[in-house]
């Protein structure tokens, strides 16, 4: 029947309409001369009542006849649920025995004013609630290193036996970009791979927020707290973001003590530390406290180079050794733009016709990190003098008394009291445990070198060039 009705419909409207309003309609049911159509959200529906009631109704009535019915279901909006739609009957087209034009155009959307509760559950005990999480954000792909072992271990523990550790809740903290979300995914999409059966909900604290204040405008709070309380694993997305709400910290007080004298799990990610979170209720604060906080720090060089190899390797792209470091030397506090660099270095390297080359990535990086001025570490310089004499970093470090090799390593100092704000005697003990006055003396030495020897001055222009570029 809803076929028929469909190419009646496609031959009455345009292509690019039919598409997108009648594709998405799933005919469910059809008893006697009521059809039900499924269709995707609340505002999906309103549209149709507004603009294709008449092709509706007449396109169903040639099917069903004079008495023909046409029974609305409206899926879950994502959020709070998907798949198991709730089944407000609106009596749409119940007037068509009378089939006059104009009563047919009369929208009858006002006649159900009360449309419909989105947080009424039919059917509690086999609901299904669409997760919302990410598959993309697993444990896999989420790196070890020392700034989040703590972190992800705990998740790993909370994944495993959710609700029966004492990390309940789990309040993962740390940074912009360190990986709060992709570890609180992980840990629900890591839930649902060992208890399929589990009702495990990621949700930001903005959403959170945003369906309450819609809730109380809608009169169902209760509703929405029932909502929330048949969950199993709830995660919580920024919740420092409740900060100064009263409502909507008192509506999560209520869930999380229920969900928590029931065994549920509770997970919740925050830019700052308990202890620093600013107008959040105490007796919130207090629970947060009951369970493990775990801090995602910055990661070290060795992590930030493996995640970006990671990447590289996940999107199938090969980068050159040196324009990996120099990425995870210059983008140090947040992976999200290491990934950001990584992407427009691909980008324009691929746009351009290049190859992704040094000169390329640190005009990249300077997008990034513009506001902060690159600095130049120690262990930049070193590495960069060694490279350009090829040789490594012990040999430019070690106690020879070789000539070349001292060259490199006062060039190395050189340049390292130039470019960065450390000490004579932080430099010394960096560059192979030399004292102060071995590294005034380097710098002496290249300065009158580079007035008195051309090819020295060469290299002091080369390295001066690459480091500072
Ligand atoms: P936050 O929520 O803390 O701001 P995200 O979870 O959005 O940070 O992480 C930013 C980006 O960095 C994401 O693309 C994420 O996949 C990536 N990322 C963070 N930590 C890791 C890690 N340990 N291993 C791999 N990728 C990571
Ligand atoms: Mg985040």
Known sequence: ????????????????????????IRAVKLTDNALSIQVPSKFFY????EHYVKLLKVSLTKELGEHAKLVYVI??????????????KIPSTNRSNKMKSQEVDAPFKNKNPELKNPFVIPGIRNLEIESQL?????????????????ARSAGMAVANKPG???????????????????????IGVQIKDRYPDKTVLYISAEKFTQQYIESVKKNNRNDFIHFYQVIDVLIVDD????????????VFFHIFNHLHQNGKQVVLTSDKAPVDMQDIEQRLLSRFKWGLSAELQQPGFETRVSIIKNKLYQDGVEMPEDI?????????????????????????????????NLELAKKIVDNYVKHTKREVSIDYIQKVVSDYFQMDVDTLQSKTRKRHIVQARQLAMFFAKKLTKASLASIGSQIGK????????????????????????????????????
């Open 46 to 49: 309103e549209w149709l009542e």
């Open 324 to 356: 990996v470091e120099f990425l995870a030397n210059n983008i140090k506090t947040n992976i999200r733009e290491l990934e950001g660099a990584i992407i427009s270095l691909i980008a324009h390297s691929s746009f351009n016709k290049k190859e992704i």
């Open 134 to 150: 990410n598959p993309n954000y697993n444990f896999d792909n989420f790196l070890e290193g020392d700034s989040n072992r703590l």
């Open 1 to 24: 029947v809803w076929d028929n009705c469909l190419s009646f419909i496609q031959d009455n409207i345009t292509p690019q309409a039919y598409k997108t309003w009648f594709e998405p």
């Open 434 to 469: 030399r004292d102060h006055a071995t590294v005034l003396h380097a710098c002496k030495t290249v300065d009158n070198l580079s007035t008195t020897d051309k090819q020295f001055k060469k290299y002091v222009e080369d390295l001066n060039k690459k480091l500072t570029m």
């Open 75 to 88: 899926r879950m909006e994502n959020t709070y649920g998907n798949r198991q739609p709730f089944t407000e």
């Open 164 to 186: 029966g550790t004492s990390f309940n809740p789990l309040l993962i903290f740390g940074g912009v970009g360190l990986g709060k979300t992709h570890l609180a995914h992980a």
């Open 239 to 250: 919740i420092q973001l409740l900060s100064g709400k009263a409502g909507t910290q008192d």
